[in-house]
């Protein structure tokens, strides 16, 4: 048995566990890719098999690496000699970044140098780099202080198939196109008898998988390079005898393949290459292709039910976002006229595009088409009349809902890119509309673990800042409900997942009062990471979303650092610093009810047991009285409190004293992490001058969601003299 990866788009993560678990594999699994034990005949059997896997990792070491020394010396530990011949090619991918390894192109210099010597002190002979097809290629990660090194075995993304000629603008990956199919359950539509149309199929892609499914045809069979072919381990006998196999099983499916799949595109180019890529395929036999644009869409003959999918243009790289809601609509009109009974099946990245077809959709997928954040529409087709358009949005709802929008194209592929699945979506961009609407994606709490993409949901949390009393009372209200409705229009989500507050300022900042008694939590993603929040109960969450890249500081900052995390909170940072290989966490807060969060927290991410710590006291008191050493310190006070069990505590007045008796208990390499959100905070820079040296980091640590609020809040870093 042996530890692989196979990586994949994020948002495939769980079809990809469930392909693995079905291939034999022991599998979980992970951001962007899933985590698998097996022989080698089930990596070889992932490599051939995977409809929805990019690439199959063989992970050979992971070691300390913040420099060039470190990097070089980790990967001459290897033993090369079992895994390429001195003489062979090879090619080092490199992604990520480490201390001063900072580019990637030096870091796989320094990979192959490592090698090369290696081989030139033991054979005399020495590897040559070749980046196409190599004997052996290499996949190098780097990221806080580590590397990690593995054989691709694929040698090339496997959803590069074989049957590709030709393309148009945007093609989709053959991949993304199973996870399509999958989710629109067409193998299930299939054995039913149905038919598949694709009535703006481009190249063929989705035909060609959907024909491949259907006929068990191994995914990577027409391929003629892997990765593991020049590899040394490599069992040749084995691999033949899966691939006889996988032919044998292709032949049969072939021939008993039913012809129904129906393509059209209004571009003739298209048509003429769809056609070309499906007798490279070998299925164009079973489907039939026209040149129809949209408008004349039909059902084929012959078929009652079926699946109608489709990746239309979505004004990205192909249309223009300001006229294809009418091509949508068009589509929505073929559909309720035509295909009563039918399913449909729509990739678009925009929500007023699906909007305009005028369908409900009974469920959506968040997919990926490269970077850009994707949700995939599956609808019921009935025989009715097209959707009631709803009534228009005021003028001022619709400043804001376009405001929404420009957020939200602005934001989504930073967002993509961090894995965050929680955010600011407008912050009183329009004065008069004087609210903060946050954005929480998450599963219930109660929901099975690990979580099905089908099991998120998508709430709005919007608070609504007090007007002042100059404010017409009337015109308020109108405009909290406007802004209500633009909201929900503009983000999609329905008005019962919208949770109302408002926030009321005064001294002490926010108020963390219990508001309900719901105790009903959502499971959200942020970095990788999972954490619960509480959008009900109280005026926050119990994670606070500007804070996001304090977080990820920490995580930088935590490798081998024993951490202290006072006024814990929900524990957010604790997870953040044990993530990131903190040595031991311990979490200091005098509410019982957020140390029980913040176990919840810890759990959910897999960190149990004595070296992560709960105390439940008074900050202050516990960093004057503990007699510990810590080599990382955070510190995130509230800006007042008046406690009867730990007295009163003011931010301003108060926090050279207490980061002076964090610094006591802070080793001498160590490192502060301290913030507030007291807007009006003043760091007493000459008073703590006395123990630290002091870095002001607060600007490179507001996320760009809240660059309207550059003094949410503050974030310092101390380092003892």
Known sequence: MAAFFATCPKGLEYLLRDELTALGAAAREALAGVHFEGDLECAYRACLESRLASRILL??????????????????????????????????????????????????????????????????????????????RLNLHLRQGRASLAVDLSGEPLH??????????????????????????????YAQGGALVDPMCGSGTLLIEAAWMAAHVAPALQRDHFGFLGWRGHDAALWQRLVDAARERAQEGLLGLRT????????PHMVATATHNLQNAGVAGFAHLDKRPVEHLEPPAGFSTGLVITNPPYGERMGDVETLPALYAQLGERLRAGFAGWRAAVLTSEVELERALGLRAVKHYALFNGALECRLGLFEVHERPAARAPAPLSAGAE????????????????????????????????????????????????????????????????????????????AAQTRWRELQRAACTALDVPRQRMVLKTRARGRGGSHYGRLA????????????????????DRLDTGLFLDHRLVRARLRELAPGRDLLNLFAYTGTASVYAAAGGARSTTS???????????????????????????????????????????????????????????GDF???????????????????????????????????????????????IGRASIPPDFVRRPRIHGCWLLRKH
Request: proline content about 5%.
């Open 59 to 136: 992970p050979l070491s992971e070691f300390a690496a913040v420099d060039a020394d470190g990097l070089y010396a980790g990967v001459r530990a290897i033993d090369w000699s079992q895994h390429l011949a001195p003489e062979a090619t090879l090619a080092i991918d490199a992604t990520g970044s480490s201390g001063s390894l900072v580019h990637s192109g030096f870091a796989a210099q320094k990979v192959k140098d490592a090698i090369a010597d290696q081989c030139r002190e033991r054979f005399g002979v020495r590897p040559t780099v070749q980046p196409e097809r190599p004997d052996l």
């Open 517 to 536: 008694a719901r105790d009903e939590y959502l499971v959200v993603g942020e970095g990788g990471l999972r954490f619960l929040v509480n959008l009900h």
């Open 588 to 646: 200091v807060d005098l509410s019982p009810v957020y140390l029980e969060w913040a176990s919840r927290n810890l759990a959910l991410n897999g960190y149990t047991g004595a070296a992560h710590k709960l105390v439940q006291a008074d900050a202050t008191a516990f960093v004057r009285e503990d007699r510990a050493h810590y080599g990382l310190i955070y510190v995130d006070p509230p800006t007042f409190s008046n406690s009867a069990k730990a």
């Open 399 to 474: 400043m804001v809902a376009n405001r929404i929008r420009k957020n939200l194209r602005h934001l989504r592929k930073e967002l993509s890119r961090s894995g965050v699945t929680c955010f600011r979506a407008y912050d009183a961009d329009l004065p008069e509309y004087a609210a903060a609407i946050d954005v929480y994606r998450g599963r219930p709490e109660h929901a099975s673990a690990p979580v099905h993409v089908e099991a998120m949901e998508t709430w709005l949390h919007v608070q609504e800042y007090a007007p002042p009393a100059t404010v017409d009372a009337a």
């Open 650 to 696: 003011d931010v301003q007045a108060d926090h050279v004293a207490l980061l002076e008796a964090c610094g006591r208990r802070l080793r001498d390499d160590g490192v502060i992490l301290f913030s507030n959100n007291y807007r009006r905070f003043r760091l007493d820079v000459d008073a703590l001058s006395r123990m630290f040296a002091v870095e002001d």
């Open 260 to 267: 129904c799949f129906f393509g059209s595109d209004s571009d």
């Open 160 to 189: 590069r198939r074989g049957w590709r000629r030709g393309q148009g603008e945007a093609p989709l990956k053959e991949n993304l196109a199973c996870a399509m199919l999958l989710r629109a359950r067409w193998p299930e539509t």
